[in-house]
């Protein structure tokens, strides 16, 4: 520690970055602040207290690396005291008294099953022993997660422990965002992207290692990636082609709980290799009755922990991200009426969408005498781990998609948890000392009302895009395909029907051309037949944007519960005319655009200037991939009927008609619907609309609505629709004034 004290006390015995004045002197001012606390340090380190005074350093470096990636570069000259401090924190976690003995068993067979439970260092340790056992020299090592956030954030933890910047020898692939070099070894990425990766390298051949993490989540992606890698690995079989077989491509089927039997028995029954875990005992208290409100019940119970119970963060476990954020403003009203009564209460939002400077926050270690609340999404279940948690708050519900296929509608649901998912929630508070939990639901619920597990995705989600992306693969028989637990066969075959619908297949099953170039668009797939639509409506400039704000989705317009009234008088600024709300996403971006990409302009208009930046990267890379297939970018702004012309190419199923009493009825599937109260067409009430999907919440809702003219349905889906379908005498029914077609 001297020698590494000596380092920081002389900053020119560095490789600087830069050499301007100003990051000197910021330097210098760290500098002194490490030799300040290495300084304290040393004393107590000479009581004896060698354990904490180590944490203590680590602490240190930890927060300077947090602020920023910056602050990593500039303390640069520092990186050998850096990475030896990494090197010693990494011996402290579960995993490292069996890295010899994971190694052995990695050479030793092609498939291996690990399980250990969060925390022990699977996700951040494995590769990057493989990476220090040579893996790495013949092909990537490949990690693959179900949330873009843990790939990010994982990804940016390894090059720091590895000493690397981010997106060199360690990087991540997530959906619109890539962050590898040539050089990077040791990638994390969403296992929907190692998908897309399959479709433009089917053996994986740039690949030495794949791990396949969290498995125990059986997301869609993860479910076909394990058929495919299995088919890879012996490959007779499913491909036909020697070529591809991949005898020495290694595999790692990594999770959580304890099913691992269940990965084992389907790759041909590999060896599990368990990693005993660390696990404090967690206090479990159950409510006396149901709690009405969850959401009140967790910023309550939030609160009586923070003025009852000793000093130590809380976990809580929300549905999604709009809960978060209204539990976030509640708690910080609260806490403010408390003032200077209770010690401080740092909120740390963390959820799917969430940006990524935002996402460091949740890292950084809590000030003195202060306690974070942490209020996650799943995310905090198993695939993040936030050291100091204490207390788990668990309302006991999860957002849960789930799609009928009899319907085709796709719901995102609020629905209480599985047993498994409680346990995880609750080990989290004990993994670095004794714990509580407060599950907001009685004992009785628990036993008797919630499942053990969850369903797989595969069986409760629409198979379109993947079905698509298989048969791209040269899969016919999706029957056959080795599943792990098999879709409903009514799924495959809307599925199928819907594909060929869109023209992505042909009358015998195989990808069209714009099945392959739909493919590789990494959108939904009626998205993706819009933006390829475009071009024969002369119209992708206008399409591409569309289809970028649309993938957005909900965040673009800001509603601060305060300034309601003038946050909805701008948005209804945009819906001028009632062009629907495609052409207002449309009229937003380009009056961004036109104030050169202003974020004042965005304060002022209630718009979120991060889902704008979203916005335009997706813009730009569809823009980059239709180049890519030779497509030209037209503009056709004045004509707005082309553009809705564009937008029903792709979703024409979504059709519907209005009814009586200001409902809807879905022109094929005759289902009862509604327009979303936040469309901009909730009050006109068009007679035909097209929307770009069902939400489920208190009513079934259709979002982003556009008025529609019936003969566009058979002009453009003479395949799907005849014209008695749009010639319904439903219209005589309809009340007075409404049902007139509006101008725009
Ligand atoms: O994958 P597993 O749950 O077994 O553990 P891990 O994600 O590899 O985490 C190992 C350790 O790294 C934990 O103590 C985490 O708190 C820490 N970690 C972190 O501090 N920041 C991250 N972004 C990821 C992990
Ligand atoms: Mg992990």
Redesign the pocket.
């Known amino acids: 520690f001297d020698a590494a004290l000596q380092r920081y006390r002389d900053p020119g015995s560095g490789d600087k970055m830069n050499s301007c004045a100003e990051q000197e002197a910021w330097e210098e001012h760290q500098i002194g602040k490490a030799t300040l606390k290495f300084g304290s340090k040393k004393k107590r380190q000479m009581s004896d207290d060698h354990q904490f005074v180590f944490e203590d350093q680590i602490e240190f470096i930890?927060a300077s690396v947090m602020d920023g990636v910056k602050v990593f570069q500039r303390l640069s000259s520092s990186a050998l005291l850096i990475f030896h401090l990494w090197l010693d924190e990494r011996k402290t976690?579960?995993?490292y008294p069996y890295r010899e003995e994971l190694l052995k068993a990695v050479k030793e067979y092609q498939v291996l099953v690990i399980v250990?439970?969060?925390?022990?260092?699977?996700?951040?340790?494995?590769p990057q022993y493989l990476h220090e056992a040579g893996y790495a020299e013949h092909g990537k090592i490949g990690c693959t997660q179900p949330r873009r956030v843990a790939a990010m954030?994982?990804a940016?933890?390894?090059s720091q422990e590895m000493g690397v910047k981010l997106g060199l020898e360690v990087g991540y692939s997530v959906r619109f965002e890539e962050c590898t070099s040539a050089k990077t070894v040791v990638k994390y990425l969403t296992d929907g992207m190692l998908l897309q990766e399959f479709l433009r390298e089917p053996n994986l051949a740039s690949y030495s290692v794949v791990m396949v993490?969290?498995a125990h989540e059986r997301t869609l992606s993860t479910d076909i990636l394990f058929g495919l890698l299995k088919a890879s690995i012996n490959s007779f079989n499913l491909f036909k082609d020697i070529s591809r077989s991949r005898s020495d491509l290694k595999l790692l089927i990594?999770s959580?709980t304890l099913d691992a039997v269940k990965f084992s028995d389907y790759f041909n029954s590999a060896p599990i290799f368990k990693?005993p875990g660390r696990r404090f005992p967690v206090d479990i208290h159950y409510t006396k009755a149901p709690e009405p409100d969850y959401l009140d019940a967790a910023v309550v119970t939030v609160l009586q922990i923070h003025v009852t119970q000793p000093l130590g963060d809380i976990l809580v476990f929300l549905p999604g991200q709009e809960e978060i954020e209204s539990a976030a403003e509640v708690l910080k009203h609260r806490t403010r009426g408390l003032g200077s009564k209770i010690a401080e209460l740092v909120i740390c939002p963390i959820y799917g969408n969430l940006p990524t400077d935002l996402q460091v926050k949740i890292?950084e270690p809590t000030p003195e005498g202060a306690r974070k609340v942490v209020l996650a999404t799943n995310i905090a279940e198993?695939?993040?781990?936030?050291?100091g948690i204490k207390y788990v708050v668990d309302p006991g519900f999860s957002k849960v998609k789930s799609y009928n296929p009899r319907t085709a509608m796709d719901s995102l649901l609020v629905n209480p948890i599985t047993k498994a998912s409680a346990m995880q929630r609750a080990g989290r508070s004990g993994?670095t000392g004794p714990g509580k939990c407060f599950r907001l639901y009685t004992a009785h619920n628990y036993h008797a009302d919630m499942e053990d597990n969850i369903v797989p995705e595969i069986q409760r989600t629409n198979l379109a895009s993947v079905v698509l992306t298989l048969k791209n693969l040269g899969i016919r028989d999706l029957v056959h395909f080795d599943f792990m637990d098999p879709p409903p066969s009514e799924a495959l075959l809307k599925a199928l029907e819907l594909l060929f619908a869109l023209g992505a297949l042909n009358s015998v099953g195989e990808p069209t051309l714009l099945g392959k170039r739909m493919a590789a668009f990494p959108l939904d797939l009626m998205l993706s037949k819009m933006v390829l639509a475009s071009e024969k409506y002369k119209c992708s400039e206008e399409i591409i944007t569309i289809a970028a704000m649309l993938d957005v989705g909900d965040s673009i317009f800001y509603r601060p519960k305060d300034k309601q009234v003038l946050a909805d008088n701008a948005k209804m600024n945009f819906h001028t005319g009632n062009v629907g709300d495609h052409i207002a996403l449309l009229k937003v971006y380009c009056s961004w655009k036109e104030t050169n990409f202003s974020t004042q302009w965005c304060y002022e208009n209630f718009i979120q200037v991060r889902s704008m930046k979203r916005a335009r990267d997706i813009r730009d890379q569809l823009e980059r991939q239709l180049e890519r297939f030779g497509i030209e970018l037209t503009s056709n702004a004045d004509d707005l009927e082309a553009v809705k012309k564009a937008i029903t190419s792709g979703f024409f199923p979504n059709s519907a008609e209005l009814q009586k009493f200001g409902s809807y009825r879905t022109v094929k599937s005759r289902q009862t619907v509604h327009i979303h109260p936040s469309s901009g067409l909730a009050q006109v009430l068009p007679r035909w609309v097209i929307y770009h999907g069902l939400v489920l919440t208190t009513k079934e809702y259709m979002r982003q609505v556009t008025e529609l003219s019936p003969k566009w349905l058979v002009e453009i889906a003479p395949h799907y629709y005849q014209q008695k379908d749009v010639e319904n005498p439903g219209a005589k029914n309809l009340p007075r004034g409404q049902g007139r077609a509006t101008r725009g």
Do not use: C, H, N, Y
Not at 116 to 126: A, F, R, V
């Open positions: 930890k976690l579960p995993i250990g439970e969060t925390g022990s260092g699977k996700t951040t340790q494995i954030s994982v940016a933890r390894v993490d969290e990594s959580a990693i890292f198993t695939s993040l781990t936030i050291d993994r």
